[in-house]
């Protein structure tokens, strides 16, 4: 599971909360916050640039399970990302 990722939208003012959550069930090398990867995942082969602002890349079914119960929690939307062709 560790090849996909999933982007999460959140608004500024849960950023830091939302990060400090994810920051207790994922490595830091699964959590991709900087502008350069939020660019990079942006787009695929379609038309839309959407800017996520965190990229979680989860290594287990049981983590995927984590952070969309956290993002539930938080009300906040969760775009799931394969190899990012748009094709799927």
Do not use: W
Not at 9 to 21: A, P, S, W, Y
Not at 63 to 83: D, H, K, M, P, Y
């Amino acid at each position: 599971m560790g090849k996909c990722g999933i982007g999460v939208k959140i608004g500024d003012d849960m950023n830091r909360q939302l990060l400090h959550r994810l920051g207790g069930i994922f490595d830091t090398h699964q959590i991709l916050a900087s502008d350069l990867y939020r660019e990079i995942y942006s787009r695929d082969g379609s038309y839309f640039d959407i800017k996520p602002e965190v990229i979680v890349r989860p290594d287990t079914p049981q983590q995927v399970q984590q952070l969309l119960a956290i993002a539930s929690e938080a009300g906040v939307n969760v775009t799931f990302r394969t190899g990012g062709t748009s094709l799927s």
